[in-house]
């Protein structure tokens, strides 16, 4: 049984028949589930995952103050706080009564605000160019398993999927940064015998890479340690992983160098027929620099395209 696994089954034991029995006024109000940080929240967990955080438990989100007061908030927070310690085997770490910082009882504006600047998820141009993706993929994660008016659904719909001038101008400088750092970059520092720079120039080129086919797919880059799972998860560009892999490990010697140009060359021009395939460039060739400004020059927002060509990155 994963986090997720573990902590529905403990809210369909525990907590929705406390919910219910003593809270029915506050169903129509609140939503309950499990998101935010940590691999349980992503469905990344395993028997590693178990040395921290790994316990029963789920969060309960409320709305303003207007709707549900202080005082029955603390009224739920200590019901949270008395159900079952211990579940499936596993107990609950000790928590104060106005509950821990990933489970239990969290105000709906706060834990957006938190993720993306925004208690209701309405972000401008520039907000969205500001917000860590990391942090924005913990808003949009997990499961909500009961969500009685649909206002946190509402909330996390909203902020799945960025506006599309934004992903433009993300993609178009990543596009740039994958010519400069890999293409153009690593065999010239190569060329002057800095074996650690070319290095930090293939993982720059990775970087650049990954986030690309994240932003070509819709989907958040998630924090570094799922990375890797998550990409290989993706439609397009999953079955990348294998190569960006072999490029971070692998040495720098002069044949694997030859490879490793090879390979990043390769993955620069799928990367680019994908942004031809969607519609994103009409530019020729496969030089992802070439692609990166003509994706820059469709953004239809004049003032997002007039910044910078890698403001967004």
């Known amino acids: 049984m994963n986090g997720l696994e573990l902590s529905r089954a403990y809210y369909e034991t525990f907590g929705r028949p406390m919910l219910?029995?003593?809270?029915?006024?506050?169903?129509?109000?609140?939503?309950?589930?499990?998101?935010?940080?940590?691999?349980?929240c992503w469905g990344y967990d395993d028997a590693v995952s178990?040395?921290?955080?790994?316990?029963?438990?789920?969060?309960?989100f409320l709305p303003e103050e207007d709707e549900i007061d202080r005082r029955t908030a603390f009224l739920l927070e200590r019901a949270y706080a008395a159900l079952p310690a211990e579940f499936e085997g596993l107990k609950r770490s000790k928590m104060a009564p106005v509950g821990?910082?990933?489970?239990?009882?969290?105000?709906?504006?706060?834990?957006?605000?938190d993720k993306c600047g925004s208690p209701d998820g309405r972000l401008r141009l520039r907000d969205w160019l500001a917000a860590p993706e990391t942090l924005?993929?913990?808003?949009?994660?997990?499961?909500?398993?009961?969500?009685?008016?649909?206002?946190?659904?509402?909330?996390?719909?909203?902020?799945?999927?960025?506006?599309?001038?934004?992903?433009?101008?993300?993609?178009?400088?990543?596009?740039?940064?994958?010519?400069?750092?890999?293409?153009?970059?690593?065999p010239r520092i190569l060329a002057h015998g800095e074996a650690g720079a070319a290095q930090l120039a293939v993982h720059a080129f990775a970087e650049s890479a990954m986030h690309a086919v994240f932003l070509l797919n819709r989907r958040y880059m998630p924090y570094y340690k799922w990375r890797f799972r998550a990409l290989r998860a993706l439609d397009f560009g999953g079955n990348l992983a294998d190569a960006l892999e072999f490029l971070?490990?692998?040495?720098?010697?002069?044949?694997?160098?030859?490879?490793?140009?090879?390979?990043?060359?390769d993955i620069g021009a799928l990367i680019v027929a994908e942004v031809v395939r969607q519609g994103l460039s009409d530019a020729d060739g496969d030089d992802p620099e070439v692609h990166g400004y003509a994706v820059n020059d469709g953004i239809a927002d004049p003032d997002l395209r007039s910044l910078h060509v890698l403001a967004a990155v």
């Open 248 to 265: 971070l490990l692998s040495d720098n010697e002069p044949d694997t160098a030859k490879t490793k140009e090879a390979v990043i060359g």
């Open 20 to 40: 219910e029995e003593r809270f029915p006024e506050l169903l129509p109000k609140i939503a309950v589930g499990l998101c935010g940080s940590g691999s349980e």
């Open 136 to 186: 924005l993929a913990e808003a949009v994660n997990g499961e909500i398993f009961f969500d009685g008016d649909g206002a946190f659904t509402a909330i996390r719909e909203r902020l799945a999927d960025m506006p599309g001038d934004v992903r433009q101008k993300k993609l178009a400088g990543r596009l740039i940064l994958m010519k400069q750092a890999g293409i153009y970059n690593y």
């Open 100 to 113: 821990g910082a990933r489970h239990g009882v969290i105000r709906r504006a706060d834990f957006f605000r």
């Open 50 to 60: 178990r040395d921290h955080d790994f316990e029963p438990g789920f969060c309960i």
